[in-house]
């Protein structure tokens, strides 16, 4: 679910201050929403543990700083952990500012050891507009059948006989003509009544207030008067199905880790040398944030809420600088400042602060407007240059930090995936839901999970599931998928805000020969070969397909040279070809001749791995 809030909050362009307020305090704020309190699952992405020896108090000490980095990472562009041991002498930050920053997230009712479970508290459980619809109607039934049951209810005058005749049928369940008889029943027995009506009878007569008698009554009439069974059998029955039906979607409703503060705050010590045990009790600090930065309001609230609308105030000189470098280093591949995780002094000066000046004004004039920035990042007229490389640039800026040349680097590890299967046409873009788990070699789990984990065996999904965009893949954090990490893809144990890029012979081979990039070849080579007239064409369209061109000459002799051998070689040798589609579990296009089929499918393949395929620009 806080996968799906993401997800929606870009798709809806929600405003960038409302969407830090949300994930960081989204439970803080006033009477919060379902979808508020889901936000705050930001900060339970971190890494837990139940490992045996742990101690409670370290890995709690552990889970703060996490979040601490985490936090100024992402919105300072800071690396305050560096505080949490000592000071440095140079450091605007004090570690006194660390702890105070630590006091913020140091009050959660989270549990040091999760137990393994899957859902440590606390978490909420998120209905599906569907499931949503389907509660919503359910509940609108039990609200009339609750309203004619009152209606019954009120025009029943009860006159009480004091005592007991013709008893129930053997095998019906026992109902009683006397209320004074069937309360005393249960009180004694303790059975024939929910618990709370068992302890409401046990109240001596005398005792108990109208209130009491007249809610035993309305249950004496509803669920065991012998004269009233005609009446209330039949919409107590009503209304069980429609309670079986409400919990039977609560139960199959998904789960989500969220925030939660205790009612009375942890008091927090600055740590000697960051040790978690122990604490220097003449220095306590209460939340705050670093003085070399704005002050807080005076009315700002001491908790996360009051950190999130400070980090969002519009003279703040960090929050909108360090964002905006994030879009530009996602379009351009490096930020205008590159270091874009440290804005501190061991980062890099930015290439241009007038321009990250300029459009971190733009960004807060805008009202934070996420898509509008986007759209004024793509449109530009940097963006929007060729890619060409010219021998005398490339001697004086061969990174293009002065931006000579339009943005040129090999796409990141979800969006190569994502491209194939859209070019192949087997992408499935059903949004939300549960993770899924593609392709991967057996046992890489295996070797770093527990016995008991519901993690230590990967099987692997069929049908649809396979066809995904990355964004569902499941994750294990301790064996990432390895298509992913093979291309510079972080291991999501701690936050990371830039990547890495290489250029291994290791990318290469998964490219040609990785079941989920085959497969992509060959449905490629199927919309080839319906759609196509000839193989001119057929390999026209499939490069356009591809690199949004068309083919040079020269080019195309390449491809019609590969076509033509591979077609001879798979004509000589079809069991190679009807092994060579075997591969993978997508469904295979009907009436194509399979030696055919093969042959276009390495071509495909070879398009797909084309430097302007897995490249940008």
């Known amino acids: 679910p806080y996968r799906d809030w993401v997800v929606r909050a870009f798709n809806n362009n929600m405003p960038f201050d409302q969407f830090t307020v949300e994930q960081l305090a ?33 890995y709690r000490f552990k889970y703060g700083v996490d979040r601490v980095e985490t936090t100024a990472t992402v919105w300072l562009g800071l690396t305050m952990g ?27 009712t989270e549990r040091a050891m999760d137990g393994n479970a899957l859902l440590p508290p606390p978490s909420v459980k998120v209905a599906t507009p569907v499931q949503q619809a389907d509660l919503d109607a359910h509940a609108a039934r039990l609200a009339m059948i609750e309203q004619r049951i009152d209606d019954a209810l009120s025009r029943i005058r009860y006159e009480d006989p004091g005592r007991e005749s013709n008893p129930t049928k053997p095998g019906a369940p026992r109902r009683f003509a006397s209320f004074s008889v069937w309360w005393r029943h249960v009180a004694k027995s303790g059975t024939g009544a929910p618990k709370p009506v068992v302890e409401l009878a046990r109240v001596p007569e ?17 669920h065991a008067c012998r004269q009233t069974a005609d009446t209330f059998l039949p919409l107590l029955a ?67 809420l009051g950190l999130a609308r400070w ?11 360090v964002t905006v470098n994030r879009y530009w280093q996602q379009f351009f591949g490096v930020g205008l400042v ?30 934070w407007n996420v898509k509008a920035m986007h759209r004024l990042l793509v449109t530009s007229a ?15 800026d061969p990174e293009n930090r002065f931006i000579w040349r339009g943005p040129r680097f090999r796409l990141d590890a979800e969006v190569l995936r994502d491209s194939a299967l859209a070019i192949s046409g087997l992408l499935v873009e059903q949004p939300g839901g549960k993770g899924v788990r593609p392709y991967q070699p057996d046992g890489l789990w295996k070797a770093v999970g527990y016995t008991g984990s519901n993690t230590v065996k990967f099987v692997q999904d069929h049908g649809s599931q396979l066809f995904r965009r990355s964004l569902y893949t499941f994750w294990k954090r301790t064996a990432a998928p390895p298509t992913m990490l093979t291309f510079d893809a972080p291991s999501r144990e701690s936050c990371s805000v830039r990547r890495a890029r290489t250029n291994t012979p290791l990318q290469a ?26 193989d001119r064409s057929r390999l026209v369209s499939g490069f356009r397909l591809v690199t949004s061109r068309h083919p040079t000459e020269t080019e195309m002799t390449i491809l019609q040279q590969a076509l033509e051998q591979h077609r001879k070689e798979y004509q000589a040798h079809p069991a190679d070809a009807a092994a060579m589609l075997a591969v993978g579990e997508a469904p295979r296009v009907g009436g194509l001749q399979p030696t055919e089929l093969a042959a276009w499918t390495i071509v495909a393949n070879l398009l797909l791995n084309l430097d302007e395929a897995i490249t940008k620009g």
């Open 382 to 396: 940097s963006y929007r240059q060729d890619t060409r490389f010219r021998e005398k640039a490339v001697a004086k």
């Open 311 to 321: 980090l969002m105030r519009p003279d703040h000189p960090l929050t909108a600088r």
């Open 238 to 304: 009503q209304q069980q199905r429609e309670r079986d039906s409400i919990k039977a979607i609560k139960d199959k409703l998904a789960s989500t880790l969220v925030m939660q503060d205790l009612k009375k705050p942890r008091q927090t010590f600055v740590l000697n040398r960051g040790q978690y045990d122990l604490p220097d009790k003449t220095r306590p600090v209460t939340p705050g944030t670093p003085a070399a930065l704005p002050s807080l309001d005076a009315e700002a609230p001491a908790n996360r």
């Open 338 to 367: 590159k270091t874009s995780e440290d804005f501190g002094a061991q980062g890099e000066w930015p290439s241009h602060p007038r321009l990250l000046d300029w459009l971190a004004s733009e960004f807060i004039r805008s009202g």
């Open 26 to 58: 989204g439970d803080l704020l006033p009477s919060p929403t379902v979808a508020q309190r889901v936000a705050t699952g930001f900060n339970r992405c971190n890494v837990t543990t139940s490992e045996g020896g742990a101690i409670k108090e370290e």
């Open 82 to 108: 560096c505080a949490v041991c000592h000071e440095h002498k140079f450091d605007p930050i004090p570690q006194k500012d660390f702890y105070r920053f630590l006091a913020y997230f140091n009050s959660l």
């Open 206 to 222: 005398k005792k108990r207030t109208k209130e009491q008698t007249a809610s035993l009554l309305r249950h004496f009439l509803t």
């Open 509 to 534: 081979l998964l490219l040609l020969n990785d079941v989920q990039f085959f497969e992509c070849a060959r449905g490629l080579a199927e919309q080839l070969l319906r759609h196509g007239d000839d």
